[in-house]
């Protein structure tokens, strides 16, 4: 009998208050702790195993010395890229990790002279699971190498098989995502034991003729955005646990719990701002916040008074002094009917970010038709993501413009007309 454990979108270092962080390194501990109990022959990482290709150095040791009691046990650790690993030029952390053997990344693909992807298995040595993974690229690109599989490769390749893959599949898609690109089944290889997937947050199970058995973990800890309200209303994060002789024997889901959670949600809609600070305070002080990670939602349209009246740092203050270990306000959907700019809702940072570049990249003139429309759209999220990224400690300020100049150029497919 052998086991593994199926791991995705872990999303480390992507909170940066300390007390988070500091959840978040327990979880990953717990998570290898259990693996090594439960002696499972490998694990595999189904992408997203940080939050950003060049995470902070501290994020990065921590997780090391945790994922280091992997190998001193003898447990291989397997993984492939998520959309939040690869960086659009140069080397991510994935690659750093693969060179000093800690993990072995399990995408190994090449074009034949026909222009069909070839991918190679790995095999694991104690188990001889064979894996083959595709990892998550770059919008439009992923697709591609999918088109281009060389299905029939894979699908004639003996033994116990799993495929890692790090994305939506069109047929499986739940309804928040429906806007995230995604990919036909008739595009996976058939036959494979088992369909490691990350990329989708939220915890599932399929079977589609053809395809016995696709899982998605969900997050491992809280990942982002709606995340960690979910896990604050107690929906359970973990990871899979499958054991298999010549065919699998048992597919089971092994809780880890983050924290202790309370999550609320308030209306805000037809009350003026001074009501709702008082609607607010009220409710917050009835609650049991000690030890807990609050989670708050305020939406909905005030019928007076700026958004800004409202103390969120005060009701704070007054939930962490009751013993909360975290607290988080997401008003990003409260708006007023006063004026107050050009303010646009939406439900987390990621979706107004999408909504806006959609909005107004019709009003960009440009040539080139990677720019426009729909993909214009990805490309300025990309873009985006680029120029969030802060100098490193160490780097000149010219060697960091210079890396962000060319990343950004390499980003929006432009390298030919301006290099020099
Ligand atoms: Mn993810």
Excluded: W
């Excluded at 052998?2 to 327990?26: M, N, T, V």
């Excluded at 690109?181 to 003729?209: M, N, R």
């Excluded at 939406?299 to 002094?321: A, H, P, V």
């Amino acid at each position: 009998m052998h086991r593994f454990a199926h791991i995705s979108d872990i999303h480390l270092g992507a909170y940066r208050e300390p007390e988070i962080r500091e959840l978040e390194k327990q979880v990953l501990e717990e998570t290898v702790k259990k693996c090594i109990e439960l002696r499972v022959d490998f694990v595999l990482v189904c992408g997203d195993i940080y939050h950003v290709g060049i995470p902070d150095l501290s994020v990065v040791n921590d997780s090391i010395l945790i994922l280091r009691k992997l190998q001193l046990a003898g447990i291989p650790l397997y993984a492939i890229y998520g959309s939040h690993d690869y960086t659009p030029n140069g080397t991510s952390i994935i690659d750093i990790l693969d060179t000093a053997g800690i993990l072995t990344n399990v995408m190994k693909s090449r074009k034949d002279d026909e222009g069909y992807v070839i991918l190679e298995f790995t095999t694991d040595p104690k188990s001889g699971a064979k894996i083959a993974g595709i990892s998550a690229r770059r919008v439009g690109l992923e697709s591609k190498t999918y088109e281009d599989l060389d299905r029939k490769r894979l699908e004639s390749e003996k033994g116990f098989k799993i495929f890692a893959f790090h994305g939506g599949i069109a047929e499986l898609k739940p309804t928040f995502l429906s806007e995230t690109e995604a990919v036909p089944i008739s595009e996976f290889p058939k036959g494979f034991d088992y369909y490691a997937g990350g990329h989708i947050h939220q915890k599932d199970e399929f079977t589609l003729p053809g395809y016995s058995k696709i899982v998605f973990p969900g997050p491992l800890f809280t990942g982002y955005g709606r995340d960690i309200e979910d896990t604050a209303k107690g929906v359970a994060r973990g990871f899979y646990v499958v054991a298999f002789e010549e065919k699998i024997t048992t597919v089971e889901f092994v809780p880890v719990k983050g924290f202790d959670g309370e999550f609320q949600e308030f209306n805000a809609t037809g009350k003026n701002s001074h009501e709702l600070m008082k609607d607010l305070s009220q409710r917050l002080d009835r609650l049991d916040v000690n030890g807990k990670v609050v989670i708050i939602r305020v939406k909905g349209e005030l019928s007076g008074g700026r958004t800004n009246d409202i103390d969120f740092q005060l009701l704070r203050r007054n939930l962490l002094t009751r013993g909360a270990l975290f607290v988080l306000f997401n008003r990003f959907s409260l708006s007023t009917k006063e004026f107050e700019g050009n303010r646009v809702s939406g439900e987390d940072p990621q979706t107004i970010e999408t909504s806006l570049f959609k909005e107004n990249i019709g009003s960009v003139k440009v040539t080139q038709s990677n720019l426009k429309g729909d993909e214009g759209a990805a490309s300025a999220i990309e873009l985006l993501k680029i120029l969030k990224q802060q100098q490193k400690s160490g780097e000149t300020k010219l060697g960091y413009a210079d890396r962000i100049v060319k990343s950004s150029v390499e980003s929006l497919n432009i390298t030919e007309e301006f290099s020099q």
